[in-house]
């Protein structure tokens, strides 16, 4: 990303290398965060490290330790790694990928109004960051799932989502 960055400081004139440089960026982000977060969990021959949540569940009672360690990490997919992709996405385009786009095909509109600059290009900015952000958390959220740390979402100042560890009931 700096790297692209540098070449688009040093050659302006190049604005498609930037654009294909940063697409590609996101387009390999959102690929690899997606296989996390649409692929379901195979049944593993991990032995847990902690207890299972679903052990004294009445659904699991039957199954073996396998299934339960996959059902466990399922649903750490589906109700945690999968809405964090989700948001990510919506982010880069929503946020981010339609404000870039409307501050490009409409330069001369938004350069003459009175915020000029200050308005579509800062949204592409925090669109971009926010995805990146939340990308990122995808990935802590699937690791943690992959040690089986039990990871979970808390928010800081209300407003910024990060991924923490339970480890035996006690968050780290």
């Given at each position: 990303?700096?790297?692209?960055?540098?070449?688009?400081?040093?050659l302006?004139?190049?604005y498609?290398?930037?654009?294909?440089?940063?697409?590609?960026?996101?387009?390999?982000?959102?690929?690899?965060?997606?296989?996390?977060?649409?692929?379901?969990?195979?049944?593993?021959?991990?032995?847990?490290?902690?207890?299972?949540?679903?052990?004294?569940?009445?659904?699991?009672?039957?199954?073996?330790?396998?299934?339960?360690?996959?059902?466990?990490?399922?649903?750490?997919?589906?109700?945690?790694?999968?809405?964090l992709?989700?948001?990510?996405?919506?982010?880069?385009?929503?946020?981010?990928?339609?404000?870039?786009?409307?501050?490009?095909?409409?330069?001369?509109?938004?350069?003459?109004?009175p915020?000029?600059?200050?308005?579509?290009?800062?949204?592409?900015?925090?669109?971009?960051?926010?995805?990146?952000?939340?990308?990122?958390?995808?990935i802590?959220?699937?690791?943690?799932?992959?040690?089986?740390?039990?990871?979970?979402?808390?928010w800081?100042?209300?407003?910024?989502?990060?991924?923490?560890?339970?480890?035996?009931?006690?968050?780290?």
């Amino acid at each position: 990303a700096a790297a692209t960055v540098a070449v688009y400081a040093s050659l302006r004139q190049f604005y498609a290398v930037f654009l294909l440089g940063y697409g590609s960026t996101v387009v390999a982000i959102t690929m690899w965060t997606g296989q996390l977060a649409l692929r379901p969990r195979q049944r593993s021959n991990r032995q847990p490290s902690t207890p299972s949540m679903l052990q004294s569940h009445p659904l699991c009672a039957d199954k073996g330790q396998d299934d339960v360690i996959a059902a466990e990490a399922e649903a750490i997919r589906v109700g945690l790694i999968r809405p964090l992709w989700v948001a990510a996405v919506l982010s880069y385009i929503c946020c981010g990928g339609i404000a870039w786009v409307c501050d490009f095909l409409l330069c001369s509109v938004v350069a003459s109004s009175p915020l000029g600059d200050f308005v579509l290009h800062p949204l592409w900015h925090f669109g971009a960051g926010t995805g990146t952000w939340l990308a990122i958390q995808v990935i802590a959220a699937a690791r943690g799932e992959a040690l089986r740390a039990r990871p979970r979402l808390q928010w800081a100042l209300q407003i910024l989502p990060y991924v923490v560890y339970t480890y035996n009931d006690k968050s780290a």
